[in-house]
């Protein structure tokens, strides 16, 4: 036994790993159902945000995280060190505050403020701490997205119009939607209030089974629902995932996944900005569709990994991008090089609380822990994050693209990238220009022209595009839906 301890004790010391900086990409928690407006959060989906957000105050932020977030204040939220965006709607606005309720509780004692006359007060609502959320312009999710039942619509980025047309007119499309006839007829006595004959059909298979969802979580009681087996809802299920999947992703025609790729851009950069920046806003959080999930599944090759990837992501989800490094980190001076440093991906399907987050390798890589410069690069061979590249990636010639078609030569931000030629923070500089065009980009387009031309985004009605669907022409981009 004393051999094995003096071996033991001449076992060089690992330095034990340390969180930099972690992104959470959320979806919003229970809702009502999005055919019948306005959509609202319901008390369980503020329940269920909350809870994400008091697990991952024990993961990364309170004075005994199980993986601290280094240089985070525990118990009082500074401003500074969030970035917290959200689109304006209700839904997912009022899901990041109440992330943030769970991330940063009342501060009781803490927030007790001593005036010059001795006299002493506490904050409101025992010491509830106000944390801005910025209604971002650069969100890859619309404004308003809960209240409108389809947002695939045309965006203004052609070649994404064109994918979406060419699912609704794939023979898989028109197969399955006149396979599942029957079926959806079927349950008119369910759904008829709600989707006339016309509408009960596939091509609305997100949006009915959204409707079936919510009445199950919340209706004591629903008409004929002997017709709700247990095998009946699985396809139901089964069948949005597929509708669903095919708006988002298309593996041999990238643009349909513009969301995603708008996202990775967002990613990317902040991830960036607390590497470069040493930590000064290590958390950063945003809330946003389950469409921007499967956009960015499909590109992260994440469904190589596991179908699951392939299905939309249930309420309250989230992906975490962990910034991490083995060097030894005392503050800003001795921060690490951008060469110690490693990126980890990491899902939980539904409220973190009580579903395991889980670490999966991205890009068909083997490891789950990427160096940086890996990351950056291949995040940047599909991030879409200035107008140069989002303009040739959608063949758009007009508008913000007018002058970009003409004075643009190479700015393709889904090129490779190599870690051959880098900039002064270690990460290539095709990658670098990828994050700053995409600061640049805010500026140019303005508060709705990056959300709608990035993101892909535009509000259709349900009943215009059930008629366009039907009669082949279909002005449908991979958007959001949420």
């Not at 004790?9 to 306005?38: C, N, W």
């Not at 105050?57 to 005994?64: G, I, K, M, P, Q």
């Not at 509408?199 to 209706?219: C, E, L, M, P």
Request: charged letters at 10%; aromatic letters at 8%; hydrophobic letters at 40%.
């Amino acid at each position: 036994m004393k051999t094995i301890l003096l071996s033991l004790a001449a076992l060089p010391l690992t330095t034990a790993e340390t969180v930099l900086g972690v992104y959470i990409f959320h979806r919003h928690g229970d809702r009502s159902p999005k055919s019948l407006p306005p959509v609202n959060l319901t008390s369980l989906g503020a329940d269920q945000i909350f809870q994400s957000g008091n697990f991952y105050r024990e993961r990364y932020v309170s004075s005994d995280a199980s993986a601290p977030i280094h240089g985070l204040s525990s118990d009082i939220a500074v401003p500074s060190q969030l970035s917290v965006l959200s689109p304006s709607d209700a839904v997912l606005q009022s899901s990041s505050l109440a992330f943030l309720q769970g991330v940063y509780p009342p501060a009781g004692s803490l927030s007790v403020s001593r005036l010059a006359n001795s006299s002493e007060v506490e904050a409101p609502l025992g010491g509830y701490q106000y944390i801005p959320v910025t209604s971002s312009t650069s969100a890859s999710t619309s404004t308003n997205a809960e209240s409108s039942e389809w947002l695939q619509g045309g965006s203004g980025c052609g070649n994404a119009v064109v994918s979406s047309n060419n699912y609704f007119q794939s023979a898989e499309y028109l197969n399955t939607l006149d396979r599942t006839r029957p079926f959806y007829s079927n349950l008119s006595p369910v759904i008829g209030g709600v989707f006339g004959s016309s509408q009960a059909t596939f091509k609305n298979a997100y949006s009915i089974y959204d409707y079936v969802n919510v009445g199950r979580i919340h209706n004591a009681s629903i008409p004929s629902d002997d017709l709700l087996t247990d095998d009946t809802v699985f396809q139901l299920r089964t069948l949005a995932d597929n509708h669903e999947w095919n708006l988002a992703y298309n593996e041999s025609d990238a643009i349909r996944a513009v969301a995603g790729a708008t996202l990775a851009a967002q990613i990317l950069q902040q991830l960036n900005s607390t590497l470069t920046g040493r930590g000064a806003t290590p958390l950063s959080v945003q809330f946003g569709a389950y469409a921007s999930f499967m956009s960015f599944f499909g590109l992260a090759q994440l469904h190589r990994v596991s179908a699951d990837f392939t299905g939309v992501v249930d309420y309250a989800s989230s992906m975490v991008f962990e910034l991490v490094t083995n060097a030894s980190v005392s503050g800003a001076a001795s921060y690490p090089a951008a060469a110690d440093v490693s990126v980890r991906f990491l899902f939980a399907n539904g409220t973190a609380a009580q579903n395991p987050l889980t670490a999966y390798p991205l890009f068909g890589q083997g490891d789950v822990l990427l160096p940086w410069t890996t990351f950056a690069a291949e995040m940047g061979r599909f991030a879409i994050g200035d107008t140069a590249a989002w303009c040739q990636a959608c063949g758009n010639t007009t508008g913000v693209c007018a002058s970009s078609s003409s004075s643009s030569g190479s700015g393709d931000a889904g090129s490779s990238t190599t870690a051959a030629s880098t900039s002064g923070n270690g990460i290539s500089l095709p990658v670098a220009g990828v994050i700053g065009a995409l600061v640049t980009l805010v500026v140019i387009l303005g508060v709705e022209g990056l959300v709608y031309a990035l993101a892909g985004l535009k509000l259709v009605k349900k009943s215009t595009l059930a008629s366009l669907a039907g009669s082949g022409a279909v002005g449908a981009a991979a958007g959001e839906k949420a």
